[in-house]
């Protein structure tokens, strides 16, 4: 080859090193990129991880602290029943008790009145039968029985039924035969007439006698009749009483007891209010802890795939602009590569037809 062709030879050995170097510095770039795209995949992965269990366990607490106050609630309600229940039973034995105690009371004491009139009666009934044979006996003597024959037999027989007349008789003979015998008539005609007119005038006495004893066993009888019947009436006052005291007592008991209850129920059903209430204000506060805790998690995760997204965006982006930049280079390289080619390839075309013309 000549001088000029040994100096400005062709450039293709130059364009093939720009082409290596720019294949090494893309192959460089290649492996950056990979390496950074797998980096901020693989601290994504971490973090979605990482943010991902700090919410379960997030929400695991949650859900635990959700059943321990509503086991807290439902033992509570369950305590707070049985105790409104217990109480319900005490109250309820007591009142019963009272009641037990009074009715025994109330029955003591109407036994006490029926005592009292028993015993009333037994004195009193011995005076009211014999009032009562009294009066029949003085009404029979004065005819209000309505029978002649029952007014004569008992003046046939009044004699016998008088248990003094005959003792009257006796003491009163005894004295006119003692007088008689003092004035020496011992058994005469005189001591016989005297006896007779004697019998003869207290008979009327001791008849009037009779009857007065009569009514007064008769009035004895009705004044015993009207003091037992008295007595019948207080002890039936006092009977009542104690039978309205008795139902006063029951119908207050029931009363006390349908308030026992009705208090009761009202408690119990306040309690079961009060617990749905507290119950649906756990869940709901629940649904929404746990709600906030998946959105939050959820906008946590879609955050950091976006961020992921956005930096992989950005390396493709730089990528490219570096990829451009590197073949503009390469080609703006290659284009002075080829302009200087030319320029020495006719700097040495003349030089050869100067040489020649020198006979160089």
């Given at each position: 080859m000549g001088l000029f062709s040994t100096l400005f030879g062709d450039d293709s050995g130059a364009r093939d090193e720009l082409r290596r170097a720019q294949a090494a510095a893309q192959k460089r770039l290649d492996a950056a990129r990979a390496e950074a795209k797998g980096q901020i995949t693989t601290s994504t992965g971490q973090a979605i991880g990482t943010l991902g269990s700090g919410y379960d366990s997030?929400?695991?607490?949650?859900?635990?602290?959700?059943?321990?106050?509503?086991?807290?609630?439902?033992?509570?309600?369950?305590?707070?029943?049985?105790?409104?229940?217990?109480?319900e039973t005490s109250a309820t034995n007591y009142v019963n008790q009272g009641a037990d105690a009074a009715r025994t009371a109330y029955g003591n004491a109407n036994d006490a009145i029926e005592g009292a009139a028993a015993a009333g009666r037994s004195l009193a009934q011995p005076y009211i039968d014999s009032g009562t044979k009294a009066n029949d006996l003085?009404?029979?003597?004065?005819?209000?029985?309505?029978?002649?024959?029952?007014?004569a037999a008992f003046f046939d027989n009044y004699a016998a039924n008088d248990p003094f007349r005959e003792y009257n008789a006796e003491?009163?003979?005894?004295?006119?035969?003692?007088?008689?015998?003092?004035?020496?008539?011992?058994?005469?005609?005189?001591?016989?007439?005297?006896?007779?007119?004697?019998?003869?005038?207290?008979?009327s006495t001791d008849l009037n006698n009779y009857l007065e004893r009569l009514n007064n066993v008769a009035t004895r009888g009705l004044q015993a009749s009207d003091s037992l019947a008295g007595r019948?009436?207080?002890?039936g006052a006092q009977t009542a009483g104690v039978f309205g005291n008795i139902a006063n007592l029951e119908t207050n008991t029931g009363n006390s007891l349908a308030d026992i209850a009705?208090?009761?129920?009202?408690?119990?059903?306040?309690?079961?209010?009060?617990?749905?209430?507290?119950?649906?204000?756990?869940?709901?506060?629940?649904a929404n802890q746990v709600s906030?805790?998946?959105?939050?998690?959820?906008?946590?995760?879609?955050?950091?795939?976006?961020?992921?997204?956005?930096?992989?965006?950005?390396?493709?982006?730089?990528?490219?602009?570096?990829?451009?930049?590197?073949?503009?280079?390469?080609?703006?390289?290659m284009a002075q590569s080829r302009a200087n080619s030319g320029i020495f390839n006719d700097l040495a075309q003349a030089a050869g037809t100067a040489m020649k013309a020198f006979a160089l």
């Open positions: 997030a929400i695991d607490t949650a859900n635990q602290g959700y059943d321990t106050s509503l086991d807290a609630l439902t033992q509570g309600l369950t305590d707070s029943t049985q105790t409104l229940r217990d109480a003085y009404n029979t003597a004065l005819g209000l029985t309505g029978s002649p024959e029952d007014a003491l009163a003979n005894k004295a006119i035969i003692q007088a008689q015998n003092a004035a020496g008539m011992k058994n005469s005609g005189r001591t016989d007439l005297a006896l007779s007119r004697a019998n003869l005038e207290r008979g019948e009436q207080n002890a009705t208090n009761t129920g009202n408690n119990v059903a306040g309690l079961q209010t009060g617990f749905g209430k507290d119950s649906a204000n756990l869940s709901t506060n629940h906030g805790l998946e959105v939050n998690k959820g906008t946590g995760i879609s955050n950091l795939q976006l961020g992921q997204g956005n930096a992989l965006a950005n390396i493709a982006l730089n990528s490219g602009d570096q990829d451009a930049a590197n073949r503009l280079n390469l080609g703006n390289a």
